[in-house]
């Protein structure tokens, strides 16, 4: 009974590599994007609170954010659909 139930156990561990292996590669993309967006918004404010006046260039904090985005989404897709 033992042997059949380990068994079982070593057949659910090597079934479960690959969708360990992908969620392991999704979350730390996803942490990373979260903190680098998170990054970027804390400098953007920190900058406006010194010169208020530079808000009208916010267009390339837009284009820093939406890179770190498709890095986010290409890292799901990659993960999601080619693994």
Same mark, same amino acid.
């Given at each position: 009974?033992?042997?059949?139930?380990?068994? !079982?156990?070593?057949?659910?561990?090597?079934?479960?590599? %690959?969708?360990? #292996? @992908?969620?392991?590669?999704?979350?730390?993309?996803? =942490?990373?994007?979260?903190?680098?967006?998170?990054?970027?918004? !804390?400098?953007?404010?920190?900058?406006?609170?010194?010169? %208020?006046?530079? #808000? @009208?260039?916010?267009?390339?904090?837009?284009?820093? =954010?939406?890179?770190?985005?498709?890095?986010?989404?290409?890292?799901?897709?990659?993960?999601?659909?080619?693994?």
């Amino acid at each position: 009974m033992l042997q059949v139930l380990a068994q !079982a156990a070593d057949e659910v561990v090597k079934a479960a590599e %690959p969708l360990f #292996g @992908k969620g392991f590669m999704l979350a730390f993309a996803f =942490a990373a994007a979260a903190i680098g967006l998170g990054m970027v918004g !804390a400098s953007y404010m920190k900058a406006l609170g010194r010169n %208020p006046e530079a #808000g @009208k260039a916010a267009s390339q904090v837009v284009i820093i =954010a939406a890179m770190i985005e498709v890095t986010a989404l290409l890292a799901f897709l990659l993960g999601a659909f080619l693994l």
